[in-house]
């Protein structure tokens, strides 16, 4: 059958415009959420006096040396020039812009503990342009959340969601001041979930591809539902600016913390006392795992609580009470969140065996604990076929180190320790699983090291334990 060439062009253009209809009807609708989640999302700046600069203080601005030109515009628009006089000492005012949002309908807002942290005045501006000065409640650098409280009453409030019930692809909306401009909107999708980032050990962060920017740092992240799922608090960059990878603090975890600040003013973790490492291929091989899973136990704290309970150098971590442990990551954010002075149950892997063990959680130290000093290597040495040195330590570097054993390398040769990365100054207290007490000990389970199969070391470099694997060809 013959149709007109005008006829199929129209039957094409309706089919097109049907497919685009289509895909719009499924993109989702933001407008309501938007117009009920603003009033409560509020910026927030603060005010600090701080020494003035040789250079950049004298005009009453930060030092920008190195910044993008649009950062350096943002600083010269928002920040006020403060007048400098003769002498030393002068102090001028310095401005950060944030956000945040409102939590209950008598003052109280959560924001970033970056954002606030040691500010001189606080001010948040509500969506109405009016100024209320708030008061620091408490804050928490290691969660990065602050809890502040504005005068106030009938004030507008998010709704608050729980995290735990996102899924990876859901829609995710944020609302923000990024660079100053009030109540931008952005949305993406969850990226995903129980992110672990350098140094921030206590946060299982949601990752989203929202455009978050400077000044989004403290705003409320939704899902659909108009609930707040998150605090948008970090952004990976290599300009500046958005690239793609955000990160938001779980609305569990900013609870919880902001619950324990409004009640004591500071925040208790629970603490195993314990260094692990993740565990690669090689060290599920080598330690008899059927899989690459756990929380490997490179170091015990002396008196810890893990100490206490019975864990061991070695151990490798599968479960605290039933929640499974696949990534190392997983395990400081289960044990952060267990209140101090409860007990867990952890299910362990030893000697290839599996076991349970019941311990008392404690209290995360305020500061962390460094275990340091390594001093001059003996005279006693011994060779092998890892192409190494070693000495026996003295009593006084066994008590500097908190070990019973161990061997400190003191010089390294051509041949496999070298390949490894291994340096003069280490200290090696475990290989092929075995406990080294000696220089004798080590020789003995070097020469009987198997060929062509992982084989595993625990070493001490700079008081710090980690196990490392390696073959040997020969």
Do not use: C
Request: charged fraction near 20%.
């Amino acid at each position: 059958m013959f149709y007109p060439k005008r006829f199929m062009s129209s039957v094409l253009a309706m089919l097109l415009l049907g497919l685009t209809f289509g895909a719009h009807a499924q993109l989702p609708d933001f407008t309501e959420l938007v117009e009920q989640a603003s009033p409560a999302v509020v910026n927030i700046s603060t005010r600090q006096k701080m020494p003035a600069r040789s250079v950049a203080g004298a005009q009453g601005l930060p030092d920008m040396e190195g910044l993008p030109p649009m950062f350096r515009e943002f600083f010269e628009r928002n920040v006020p020039q403060v007048p400098q006089g003769p002498g030393e000492g002068r102090q001028r005012e310095a401005q950060s812009l944030g956000s945040g949002f409102i939590i209950s309908e008598d003052g109280y807002v959560l924001t970033n503990n970056h954002v606030v942290a040691d500010a001189d005045e606080i001010i948040v501006r509500l969506p109405d342009r009016s100024e209320l000065e708030a008061k620091l409640i408490g804050a928490d650098p290691r969660s990065d959340v602050a809890l502040l409280k504005v005068e106030g009453k009938d004030l507008p409030t998010v709704k608050l969601g729980k995290s735990e019930d996102l899924k990876v692809g859901e829609w995710v909306l944020a609302i923000g001041s990024p660079f100053g401009f009030d109540h931008s909107v952005t949305a993406g999708i969850v990226s995903a979930k129980g992110r672990n980032l350098p140094n921030e050990s206590y946060v299982p962060f949601i990752q989203t591809d929202v455009a978050i920017n400077p000044g989004n740092s403290g705003g409320p992240l939704f899902n659909l539902a108009g609930e707040v799922v998150g605090i948008n608090s970090q952004i990976f960059t290599r300009s500046g600016g958005f690239m793609g990878l955000s990160f938001a603090i779980p609305m569990s975890v900013a609870m919880d913390v902001a619950n324990q600040l409004k009640v004591d003013g500071k925040v208790s973790r629970g603490w195993l006392g314990v260094v692990i490492q993740e565990v690669n291929k090689d060290l599920a091989e080598s330690f008899g795992l059927e899989r690459p899973a756990g929380a490997l136990v490179a170091q015990v704290m002396e008196g810890g609580p893990a100490a206490k309970g019975g864990l061991q150098v070695g151990d490798v971590i599968l479960s605290l009470d039933g929640k499974p442990i696949i990534m190392s990551a997983d395990l400081p954010h289960l044990v952060g969140s267990l209140k101090p002075g409860s007990e867990a149950v952890l299910d362990v892997v030893r000697d290839g065996s599996r076991k349970k063990l019941e311990i008392a959680i404690g209290v995360l130290p305020e500061d962390g604990q460094a275990i340091t000093g390594i001093a001059s290597p003996g005279v006693e040495r011994s060779s092998n076929r890892l192409g190494v040195k070693v000495v026996e330590l003295t009593e006084e570097q066994k008590k500097g180190l908190d070990l019973k054993g161990g061997v400190v390398i003191s010089e390294v040769q051509e041949g496999p320790a070298s390949l490894i990365g291994l340096r003069a100054g280490d200290v090696i207290t475990h290989l092929n699983n075995q406990a080294i007490d000696s220089a004798k000990t080590f020789t003995q389970v070097a020469q009987g090291l198997p060929k062509n199969r992982s084989v595993s070391m625990r070493v001490l470099r700079q008081g710090r334990a980690s196990f490392i694997t390696f073959k040997l060809a020969e």
